[in-house]
């Protein structure tokens, strides 16, 4: 939780039941002030999220530094052989990553993570129509749906407060990833001035430029029908998001 100059709190976590809390104890807080709320989430197809997951789970491993410590330990005097090094460091990590996402931890990683957020900001906010229309109406609408919840927040009465939920008068935006370009742009519209949009820092592949060709071959493949099976696992909230994205 972080207090802005302008005065604006900010919650960032990747919990809804850490979101859940934080904004009970804010209403606690600051009971029974009108208050101006957005939560903002992300949608992502798999086939590019789940890359980018695995280089954010080993950002901190051996993986980028083995491919580094190869390159540093090979002297190339032509083209070739430098392809030649990029060819093995692609091949070294798309066998880490075929490794990881087919691997328990990396299939309850992905699991956990696709249903602890979205599923149950979208059961909060009652967007009934499902995952998929919620895809469908962001790609066409310049990246990014709004929906309003079901309790405008008006009530003040003690008694109703204890039983009101902590996101009522709260918006839901949700943005799409794959159209991050447009994100300055939705921002300015839908909170002028309440959000200073910065874009973030480097991407995956230049914070290891060695295993970029592996990191972009990955996104390029998609997931075979194996492999996400593999990763479902018969859970409902995952294959609700794969299907949302045509993958199942």
């Not at 070294?92 to 328990?104: G, K």
Request: proline share 4%.
């Amino acid at each position: 939780i972080s207090t802005c100059k302008n005065q604006n709190m900010v919650i960032r976590t990747h919990n809804f039941d850490e979101a859940t809390r934080a904004m009970k104890q804010y209403n606690n807080r600051n009971a029974p002030t009108k208050k101006n709320c957005l939560v903002v989430t992300a949608i992502r197809n798999p086939s590019s999220w789940i890359p980018s997951l695995f280089m954010e789970k080993h950002n901190s491993n051996d993986l980028c530094k083995h491919t580094n410590n190869n390159n540093n330990n090979t002297t190339t005097t032509t083209t070739a052989n430098n392809n030649d090094n990029d060819m093995g460091d692609a091949q070294h990590f798309l066998q880490a990553y075929h490794d990881w996402h087919q691997s328990e931890e990396g299939g309850s990683t992905i699991r956990t993570i696709s249903q602890c957020v979205l599923s149950p900001l979208l059961k909060e906010f009652s967007v009934s129509h499902g995952l998929r229309r919620v895809v469908e109406i962001a790609k066409n609408n310049r990246g990014f749906c709004r929906f309003h919840h079901d309790d405008d927040g008006s009530s003040s009465s003690t008694s109703s407060s204890n039983n009101r939920s902590p996101f009522a008068g709260c918006s839901l935006l949700v943005l799409n990833m794959d159209q991050s370009n447009e994100w300055p742009w939705i921002l300015s519209k839908v909170a002028p001035g309440g959000i200073d949009f910065q874009s973030g820092g480097p991407s995956r592949d230049e914070l290891c430029p060695s295993i970029s060709r592996g990191y972009k071959a990955a996104k390029k493949r998609g997931l075979t029908p194996d492999q996400i099976d593999t990763i479902v696992h018969s859970d409902p909230n995952v294959q609700a998001y794969f299907e949302a994205y045509g993958l199942i």
